[in-house]
C-alpha cells in the first residue's frame, strides 16, 4: 500500500553534511507520521527523527538535535532528514518509516511504524 524508497546515502567525512530523502508512494496518511531510525552494526535500531506530515511538527532524539533537520515536501510525497555536523558515531543503516496514525507517545518506538523503507547506509570517517 505504501512503498518507501529512500536515497542520499553515502560516505562522508567528520563534520559534513549529507540529506537523506524518501519518496513515498502509494497512500499518504494525512493524520500520520514520518520518520527515520537507524541501526549500526551490533547495535538495536533507535530512533532519530520524526514529523507529523499535517503540520510539521518535529521531533528529535537528543543525540542528532541541533545537528539534524526533518522536513517534508507535501506536494512531492517526499521527507527529507539533512544531517550537519556528522559524526562517526553516526554511521548507519537509515531507514525512513511511516506511521498510519501519529502519537507523541509512540513517536520513537520503530514498532509503532507501519511501513519501512529498504534503508540506505550512512558512513561517516574520522
Known amino acids: 500500500q505504501v512503498q518507501l524508497v529512500e536515497s542520499g546515502g553515502g560516505l562522508v567525512q567528520a563534520g559534513g553534511s549529507l540529506r537523506l530523502s524518501c519518496a513515498a508512494t502509494g497512500r499518504i496518511f494525512t493524520s500520520g507520521g514520518m520518520g527515520w531510525f537507524r541501526q549500526a552494526p551490533g547495535k538495536e535500531r533507535e530512533f532519530v527523527a520524526a514529523?507529523?506530515?499535517?503540520?510539521?511538527?518535529?521531533y528529535y532524539a537528543n543525540s542528532v538535535a541541533g545537528r539534524f533537520s526533518i522536513s517534508r515536501d507535501t506536494a512531492e510525497n517526499t521527507v527529507y532528514l539533512q544531517m550537519n555536523s556528522l559524526k562517526p558515531e553516526d554511521t548507519a543503516v537509515y531507514y525512513c518509516?511511516?506511521?498510519?496514525?501519529?502519537?507523541?507517545?509512540?513517536?520513537?518506538?520503530?514498532?509503532?511504524?507501519?511501513?519501512w523503507g529498504q534503508g540506505t547506509q550512512v558512513t561517516v570517517s574520522s
Open positions: 518509516a511511516v506511521e498510519r496514525l501519529f502519537r507523541t507517545t509512540t513517536v520513537r518506538v520503530g514498532a509503532s511504524y507501519d511501513y
Open positions: 514529523l507529523t506530515w499535517s503540520a510539521g511538527t518535529t
